[in-house]
């Protein structure tokens, strides 16, 4: 059975970290590209950090880059997001997600309902 399983959120104060984690069952993780996107209260889900297999790149929206690093480990079959100077409005539940069909990283983030297999989510809070 198919399954994509984060974690690594909870409740961090503004400029700290988090890294949270996606392990996935069911299908091997590096033949696929893979996205991490987040929704806040009252928001659409929006792409954060998404890496291709089609051509190995990764990308970020405007807000994260710079603090969010996304990463694999193919020998876990584990996707990473390295959280740093966490702000505010970085609040929302974190969830991976997976597509069947290879394309860039940014279109897998720019269109989080092209996504075939999604995780349950993991809720990162940031307050003070």
């Known amino acids: 059975q198919l399954q994509l399983v984060e974690s690594g959120g909870g409740l961090v104060q503004p400029g700290g970290s988090l890294r949270l984690s996606c392990v996935a069952s069911g299908l091997t993780l590096d033949r696929y590209g893979i996205g991490w996107f987040r929704q806040a209260p009252g928001r659409e889900r929006e792409g954060v950090s998404c890496?291709?297999?089609?051509?190995?790149?990764?990308y970020y929206t405007d807000s994260v880059k710079g603090r969010f690093a996304i990463s694999r480990d193919n020998a876990k079959n584990a996707v990473y997001l390295q959280m740093n100077n966490l702000k505010p409005e970085d609040t929302g539940v974190y969830y991976c997600?997976?597509?069947?069909?290879?394309?860039?990283?940014?279109?897998?983030?720019?269109?989080?309902?092209?996504?075939?297999?999604w995780g349950k989510g993991t809720l990162v809070t940031v307050s003070s």
């Open positions: 890496i291709s297999v089609m051509d190995g790149t990764s």
């Open positions: 997600a997976v597509p069947v069909s290879r394309t860039t990283a940014k279109a897998i983030c720019v269109v989080p309902a092209g996504m075939d297999y």
